[in-house]
């Protein structure tokens, strides 16, 4: 620190210069010998106070006429030159049986590097009553006492006001003496303003007071201010600080205390923070550790917790849970439950096993509880689907195999139960069979539950195999194992339904659909068997009975007009020559005489002959 002198003058402030003429030369001198003193070094510094010492020697004899700061003049007799030389040393050790405030004022000082001395030389001189002060300019963070002032006429400096300083000297009234500011302090004496130290409060009457806890201030600010939240001040001389990761700031704000187990607080952060749901901390973390799979975490400040079998949690929450319906968590620390298997279930929660299906039952991959068997299909357990039921075999306990159909039963596959074979169907016992079976052409079963079809019988039409056989109307017929009845054949006859056509015999004939045979008409043939219509006779041909298998031809000398008649005789003096149709007049020049064989002849007149004779031309022989 730079050294500097300053002489008050009692009497009329002289100037320095004046001083050391009026004292003399050997005064200057011994003035000076005290201004090289150095307190910048703890080994010289020993050194000039053993050259001190050895100055007091030499006044040692002046002893009585020494005088200390504050001491009164009345002792100095005048005409001899004494003074004496005080050392000052503030806030150079600490006592530990100073107070918490004290100690920490006295490090704050020793740590700053903070030495506080002045060197008072006192000049008595009984004739100017003088007093000489040569000291040790304070630093700007340290602070010193009240600098006088000097009134004219006045042999003694007045102390400025409280709370007001000089920095000149010369000053001869009390207004010229200045306020110090908010941010100065000043002491009592010798009064100079300062700036406030770090880690002080400064009013402007007293001397700097010491930062509370949580409290701090920074050089020449004047007062403490509260740490601001989020930060500590645990050395009231330094700027709030920031407390590192898994620190926060204690109550007081003195200082960083560990985040709890449970908390947390990153670098940067002003305060810890609770551990989300589903993670956990130790104390002083800068960062929640997440739960990890197959564990909780429901205390935030402990370690997780395993999950037992039956729980699991896939990571990140704060209890285990149950193992769902439909799964199973079979050992202790399961990030997730396990899908029951095919053929396996679990209805409850929390199972740490799947139980097998039973019997009707299937279980699905997952199934939370077994589901029963649809109709017609059937389980044995431990299924993961039913199965139909088989073609022939009914399934009406489905926990049970399929039983075979009865004769006269049958069941498609997937059917629960065996069903009566129905009308029109058979049903023989063949497992294979899963359908009824249609009664063929000719056959029919007209009650349920048959085990075949039957034979339609002849004269009987089965045109419905689920219906009682008809009976052939007449005309119709049918033999045994036709569907349906028959008409009867053109030329036939069919008195009988169940028998086949009979057919028609010569002189008889019938139409499709007869019963019987119908005898050839008169005038009409039938030649031959299986006729379908009679043959009208001819011209000059007659059939004058029923039944005419053929036509006769009309003879001569007889008329056949009609041909279902008999032959009409000609008349005399008509004749007509075989199979005519009716009978001639005889021609002129003409008779009606037949030539007798040899040996022969006729008698009789012409009218005897009525046979149909030709005629000839009269011979020689016969006239």
Known sequence: MTKKEKLVINSACLAKAQLDKAIGEQT??????????????????????????DDDSDHADDEDDD??????????????????????????????????????????????????????????????TVQLVHYTECSLDTFAGDINYCEGGVNAPKLCPSGTYYDLTGADNATLCKTC?????????????????????????????????????????????????????????ELPKVCPGGFEPSVDSFQCVPCSAGQYAYNGSMVCQDCANGTYSIQ?????????????????SASPVPCSAGEYTPGGEMSCSDCPKGFYCPKNELSSPIACPNGTYSVSTGAVKCLECPPGMKCLYGDKSPLECNNGTYSTGGSVQCTPCPTGYSCVNKSAAPIPCESGYYSPSGVMACEK??????CPKVESTSLP???????????????????????YSCLDPRQTPVSCIEGFYSPSGIPQCLLCLQGHSCSDGSKPPSICLKGTYSTAGKTACTNCSKGFKCPSDGMDTQTACGNAT???????????????????????????????????????????????????????PPKHWRGGSFTDYKEPVTYEKCTSKHK
């Open 28 to 53: 200057a001198r011994k003035v000076n010998a005290k201004e090289n003193v150095d307190f910048h070094d703890d080994d010289e510094e020993t050194e000039d106070h053993d050259d001190d010492d």
């Open 67 to 128: 005088y200390n700061i504050g001491s009164d003049n009345k002792d100095c007799d005048g005409s001899s030159e004494d003074y004496d030389v005080v050392l000052q040393e503030i806030g150079s050790s600490c006592s530990e049986d100073d107070t918490e405030d004290e100690r920490l004022q006295c490090s704050l000082l020793n740590s700053n590097e903070v030495k506080m001395k002045s060197v008072f030389i006192v000049l008595c001189l009984c004739i100017f």
């Open 181 to 237: 500011n908010l941010s100065t302090t000043v002491s009592a004496w010798p009064s100079i303003c300062a700036p406030c130290p770090a880690g002080f409060n400064c009013s402007q009457t007293g001397p700097p007071t010491l930062c509370g806890k949580g409290k701090y201030s920074i050089a020449g600010n004047g007062s403490c201010q509260d740490c601001p939240s989020g930060y500590v001040c645990p050395t009231p001389s």
């Open 284 to 300: 002083a973390s800068t960062t929640c550790t997440l739960c990890p799979p197959g564990f909780s975490c429901q205390n935030k």
């Open 421 to 426: 074979c129905p009308l029109g169907h058979m």
């Open 437 to 459: 079976i249609l009664c063929i052409n000719g056959t029919y079963s007209n009650i349920t539950a048959s085990t075949d079809c039957k034979v339609c019988p002849a004269g």
């Open 542 to 596: 007659y059939a004058n009975q029923p039944m005419s298998v053929e036509c006769q031809t009309c003879p001569a000398g007889y008329a056949c007009a009609r041909s279902d008649q008999d032959p009409v005789e000609c008349k005399n003096g008509t004749y007509s020559l075989e199979g005519s149709s009716e009978c001639d007049i005889c021609p002129a020049g003409h008779s009606f005489a037949v030539e007798c």
